[in-house]
């Protein structure tokens, strides 16, 4: 910040403005109307489709409010007698104009017009406000002038220092932003006058450009503070923050800067930094999604790890933004609920506008960060103070994918979600949760808050869509922020909606079809049909979006305007810079970056006590610098949390191939484990990854160093682990079952080097998977029956155990699962139960009979005649139940399948 000083100017300047007419108010308005002056006494307003030509002097007065509409022109003409002129002497003015609708100041050159605007005002009136002004062909130098001698007195005392500019300032409050000077007579704005230290007199000019004239002067400032005993220059009153002077290297003039060919700044003001581009551009935020943050040393950034919105912020300094002057960042704590986290945005902005001296900031607010602007502007905490708001792929409505994470912690598929995973079980592990799913129900609130809050579940045993809310996870906060009147007061900003759908039609989750959970815990609202089967469709049903985020969701909320865009939900940031830049200034002319590509990432996860550092093949380094090697030397991109977190990790994108040196120093004794996965993307978006593990003892202060190789398709450790689990199957066994048994599925695995991948283990029975923690017989043909399971260890071993048993059907164990078909619904009625029943206690008694006379003592001729007619009577009495099941009408609709085809081939075994 600089204080530019100059010899006393023109005290007498001062004296002009305030003894020049030294008459009660009413005379002063009369003079002012009899020399033809144009009088605002009362509040007036300037309309943008009404004509404001004047060839006379306007003056504002009697605390008058002189307001102008966005897109007005203000012009004034030639005047023989005295110069045409805006003069706000006892009142304000407020112009706020737009950037795509300014408010002009000009000089009707045809007719020789000259014109400037004179600031006077009574410091206790409200301040003055001029937005989006451009200020041009103002001002004058005598010789321009006819007739000068008739010029009110304080004309002609400025025109003898060489001219007049086209704003001059002698008392008052009046802040400029985001305006332009240009093509100015002689000089943009001078200021002069005595206040004391303790009045509220100021003149602020933020973000706005000076483009220069003839005389290159673009303030010349002569402002003095006194009290009882000293007079002395005071700067404080007269404020230039982050303009344009003309040149990068800001004005000239007094400020001692030799490299620059600025327009001069002279005389005392604070010079508080200047931009080094012309654009003219509210402060703009950059607000990322959910995992869009995270902490390096302890402070928030934008994503360090995948880097998503690198090439954005880039594009955006690129195209003439500055960092910490007209560009800032709003990483958080994307957990939190987003009602907290636009408290903290409510804050960030406030701050920013304090700095900036800017009254309104622009917002560029990516995924969910969309739906934190859009409560912030919706809700009672909203001051009135953002101008554009661009959401980019922002679930309006929800996303879908959200409902596979909320109900289960599943749901992870692209790089950037297998990424998420991990950090969520890395963090659910610090924190002392058994798994990914409980850890989100209890402490990233946010995901909850991204489920849709319409209908998106279909159900099977219904065969039909659920209705939302009923039987859903409910999303209060979606629900509140999509109440019409809410989304009305979007009104207040300019909001412009860009989405990203894809020319693939099937490209995103939209609908569900659920069944009943077969997974304890999880899946209350139901779980996606054959989910845990990759070789089906896992009960997801596709179609238009982002991959993330639903076409119907992304769209269904209007805003001022909608960009519609062929690109990923994750690459929405680099792929609409230019449609951002445009939006947000104007500009046309973008120049793209597109540096950013990480379809791999080395993922190195640590559990205590250490710290880490990392070397890579080529000696570049990331981590602690344990070994302190060259600063210089570091990974580029790679992102480390920091040795004094809870949840240590690092992570290497675009990682080479090779030996990697592990560095650990303990911090505590103890056992430790690293973690390492490799993610990677292949060209169509599709995920895998491979994963090693480092297990070792720490001792406080010593310093290990372990090796590992990173290959294309495996990561090998100093201690591979080639041995693959063990499977014990305890239940079913190899026998024979009844068809009414239940049979637990009881197995154990176990794995003495790396650990058994839970997520890679899978039940198959008959070849299907199988998901079930018991095996209902009922439910199987008879015959024999294979279950396998399949197993993988954490180096990436697997291994298969499997076993046979059969199902032999008798009469009693199907006139058990009569009841059993019955109680679950697959016979529809009673009398049809009853029926079965009957038949089956007939036959069951004549088998009693054909089994009490095999064991008979008597004579064999009259106990076989006897046994064959029974085992006739039998088999016919068995024939003609299948016949009923079959073909009988009022019996075979009333049994469903898979009873009727089990109940068909059970009977056939029974016969004699």
Same mark, same amino acid.
């Given at each position: 910040m600089q204080k530019i000083k100059t010899n006393k100017f023109s005290v007498l300047l001062f004296l002009l403005v305030f003894f020049i007419l030294p008459l009660r108010e009413t005379s002063a308005e009369e003079w002012w109307e009899d020399q033809g002056y144009n009088v605002i006494n009362s509040d007036t307003t300037w309309k943008k489709e009404d004509t404001h030509f004047f060839n006379k002097k306007v003056v504002v007065v009697n605390g008058a409010k002189l307001t102008i509409e966005k897109g007005a022109t203000v012009k004034f003409g030639k005047n023989d007698i005295f110069l045409s002129s805006l003069d706000v002497i006892d009142g304000t003015i407020i112009a706020e104009g737009t950037r795509e609708e300014k408010i002009i100041f000009t000089a009707d050159e045809e007719d020789g017009g000259v014109f400037n605007i004179d600031f006077s005002n009574n410091p206790e009136r409200e301040a003055s406000f001029f937005r989006y002004v451009e200020i041009s062909n103002g001002g004058y130098i005598p010789q321009m002038v006819k007739n000068s001698r008739k010029i009110p007195f304080i004309h002609t005392a400025i025109a003898l220092?060489?001219?007049?500019?086209?704003?001059?300032?002698f008392s008052g409050k009046m802040h400029m932003e985001n305006c332009e000077f240009k093509n100015n007579i002689y000089g943009d704005i001078s200021a002069g006058g005595f206040f004391s230290f303790e009045n509220s007199d100021y003149l602020e000019i933020v973000n706005s450009n000076f483009n220069g004239d003839a005389s290159q002067l673009a303030i010349n400032s002569s402002i003095f503070c006194y009290n009882e005993e000293t007079e002395e220059e005071c700067p404080s009153k007269f404020i230039l923050k982050n303009n344009w002077y003309g040149d990068l290297n800001g004005p000239s003039g007094e400020v001692l800067n030799d490299e620059t060919n600025g327009v001069s700044v002279i005389g005392s003001v604070i010079l508080d930094s200047w931009r080094k581009s012309d654009l003219i551009a509210d402060p703009v935020i950059i607000i990322p999604g959910i995992t869009g943050s995270e902490k390096v040393s302890n402070k928030w950034k934008l994503d360090p790890i995948l880097h998503t919105y690198d090439d954005l912020v880039a594009s955006l300094e690129e195209n003439g933004y500055e960092k910490e002057k007209n560009l800032f960042e709003f990483p958080y704590e994307w957990r939190n609920e987003n009602s907290i986290t636009a408290q903290s945005l409510r804050e960030k902005i406030q701050t920013i506008l304090t700095e900036t001296k800017i009254s309104k900031a622009d917002i560029v607010a990516h995924s969910m960060g969309g739906l934190v602007a859009r409560y912030y502007v919706e809700n009672d905490i909203y001051e009135n103070?953002?101008?554009?708001?661009?959401?980019?792929?922002?679930?309006?409505?929800?996303?879908?994918?959200?409902?596979?994470?909320?109900?289960?912690?599943?749901?992870?598929?692209?790089?950037?979600?297998?990424?998420?995973?991990?950090?969520?079980?890395?963090?659910?592990?610090?924190?002392?949760?058994?798994?990914?799913f409980s850890y989100i129900q209890e402490k990233v609130l946010s995901v909850k808050e991204l489920l849709p809050d319409y209908d998106y579940l279909?159900?099977?045993?219904?065969?039909?869509?659920?209705?939302?809310?009923?039987?859903?996870?409910?999303?209060?906060?979606?629900?509140?922020?999509?109440?019409?009147?809410?989304?009305?007061?979007?009104?207040?900003?300019?909001?412009?909606?860009?989405?990203?759908?894809?020319?693939?039609?099937?490209?995103?989750?939209?609908?569900?079809?659920?069944?009943?959970?077969?997974?304890?815990?999880?899946?209350?609202?139901?779980?996606?049909?054959?989910?845990?089967?990759?070789?089906?469709?896992?009960?997801?049903?596709?179609s238009n979006g982002d991959e993330t985020v639903p076409l119907v969701s992304a769209e269904s909320v209007p805003a001022n305007k909608k960009i519609?865009?062929?690109?990923?939900?994750?690459?929405?940031?680099?792929?609409?810079?230019?449609?951002?830049?445009?939006?947000?200034?104007?500009?046309?002319?973008?120049?793209?970056?597109?540096?950013?590509?990480?379809?791999n990432i080395l993922i190195f996860n640590l559990f205590s006590p250490i710290d880490i550092q990392i070397i890579a093949p080529s000696g570049q380094w990331a981590g602690k610098n344990i070994n302190n090697l060259d600063e210089d030397e570091q990974i580029d991109g790679a992102y480390?949390?920091?040795? +004094? %977190?809870?949840?240590?990790?690092?992570? =290497?994108?675009? @990682?080479? $191939?090779?030996? *990697?040196?592990?560095?650990?120093?303990?911090?505590?004794?103890?056992?430790?484990?690293?973690?390492?996965?490799?993610?990677?993307?292949?060209?169509?978006?599709?995920?895998?990854?491979?994963?090693g593990e480092i297990i070792g003892t720490a001792e406080n202060g010593v310093q290990t160093e372990k090796t590992v190789e990173v290959l294309e398709e495996e990561i090998v450790?100093?201690?591979? +682990? %080639?041995?693959?689990?063990?499977?014990? =199957?305890?239940? @079913?066994? $190899?026998?024979? *079952?009844?068809?009414?048994e239940i049979v637990p599925l009881e197995f154990t695995t176990t794995d003495d080097s790396s650990g058994i991948d839970e997520e890679k283990t899978e039940i198959f029975l008959d070849g299907e998977i199988f998901s079930q923690d018991k095996i209902d017989m009922a439910y199987l043909t008879k015959g024999e029956h294979n279950l396998k399971i399949s197993a993988m260890d954490k180096a990436g071993n697997s291994t298969e155990e499997?076993?046979?048993?059969?199902?032999? @059907?008798?009469?009693?164990?199907?006139?058990?699962?009569i009841d059993h078909y019955y109680a679950d619904k697959l016979i529809t009625e009673k009398a049809t139960k009853n029926y079965l029943d009957a038949k089956l206690k007939i036959i069951k008694m004549q088998k009693m009979f054909y089994e009490a006379i095999k064991v008979s003592p008597w004579p064999a001729n009259f106990k076989n005649r006897l046994l064959k007619n029974l085992a006739r009577n039998i088999n016919r009495e068995i024939e003609n139940l299948l016949d009923d099941i079959q073909n009988k009408k009022s019996i075979s609709k009333n049994i469903l399948e898979p009873a009727k085809s089990i109940l068909i081939g059970n009977l056939g075994e029974i016969g004699v």
């Open positions: 220092e060489g001219g007049v500019p086209a704003f001059q300032y103070n953002i101008d554009q708001l661009i959401t980019l792929g922002t679930p309006h409505r929800g996303s879908v994918k959200a409902y596979l994470r909320w109900e289960a912690g599943e749901g992870f598929f692209g790089i950037e979600e297998l990424i998420a995973k991990h950090h969520f079980e890395n963090e659910a592990y610090h924190k002392g949760y058994d798994n990914v279909f159900g099977i045993a219904e065969n039909s869509m659920i209705n939302y809310p009923d039987n859903y996870p409910q999303n209060n906060f979606l629900e509140e922020l999509n109440e019409q009147g809410n989304i009305e007061k979007m009104e207040k900003v300019n909001w412009i909606n860009i989405i990203g759908n894809l020319e693939n039609e099937k490209s995103t989750i939209a609908k569900i079809r659920v069944v009943d959970s077969t997974v304890s815990d999880r899946w209350e609202h139901g779980m996606p049909e054959n989910f845990y089967n990759n070789e089906t469709d896992q009960g997801l049903e596709k519609e865009l062929n690109s990923t939900h994750n690459n929405l940031p680099t792929f609409a810079q230019c449609e951002i830049l445009s939006e947000l200034t104007g500009k046309n002319d973008c120049s793209r970056v597109d540096k950013i590509h990480i379809p480390y949390t920091g040795y +004094d %977190t809870e949840n240590e990790f690092l992570t =290497i994108p675009n @990682p080479e $191939n090779g030996e *990697y040196k592990v560095i650990t120093e303990g911090t505590s004794n103890g056992e430790y484990k690293i973690e390492m996965a490799k993610i990677s993307e292949d060209e169509n978006g599709i995920a895998s990854e491979i994963s450790t100093e201690e591979k +682990d %080639t041995v693959p689990a063990t499977i014990i =199957i305890d239940s @079913p066994q $190899n026998k024979s *079952y009844q068809s009414d499997a076993i046979t048993f059969s199902i032999q @059907p008798t009469i009693d164990s199907i006139m058990e699962n």
